[in-house]
Nanobody, 126 residues
Framework: QVQLVESGGGLVQAGGSLRLSCAAS????????MGWFRQAPGKERAFVAA????????SYLDSVKGRFTISRDTAKNTVYLQMNSLKPDDTAVYYC???????????????????WGQGTQVTVSS
């Protein structure tokens, strides 16, 4: 049974940084695309970033490009989301997800991911 556990969320002032982690267990995730999504109150869960199985290809939501960086450590079965220059609009619950080996063109599609974590809250104050 695949389990994804997020950590690293919290309260930060605008302009600050946080690093989210997602630890995978149950099997090696080295063959899978890993993604981060977020859901703000009253909104749909939305794509933030994804990284392919070997870390060569990444995809980002336009509004986080240049501020967020996704990375993975296969030895630790962990994927990270480094978030810099945070804005109040980044406030949301952030979810980690695992998908099959996805092409860049499909990484943003929520339906392509089969396993999800429970989420971690990120709150950015102005």
């Amino acid at each position: 049974q695949v389990q994804l556990v997020e950590s690293g969320g919290g309260l930060v002032q605008a302009g600050g940084s946080l690093r989210l982690s997602c630890a995978a267990s149950g099997r090696s995730f080295s063959s899978y695309t890993m993604g981060w999504f977020r859901q703000a109150p009253g909104k749909e869960r939305a794509f933030v970033a994804a990284i392919n199985y070997n870390g060569v290809s990444t995809s980002y939501l336009d509004s986080v490009k240049g501020r967020f960086t996704i990375s993975r450590d296969t030895a630790k079965n962990t994927v990270y989301l480094q978030m810099n220059s945070l804005k109040p609009d980044d406030t949301a619950v952030y979810y980690c997800a695992e998908g099959q080996n996805l092409r860049i063109s499909t990484m943003a599609s929520r339906s392509q991911y089969g396993y999800w974590g429970q989420g971690t809250q990120v709150t950015v104050s102005s």
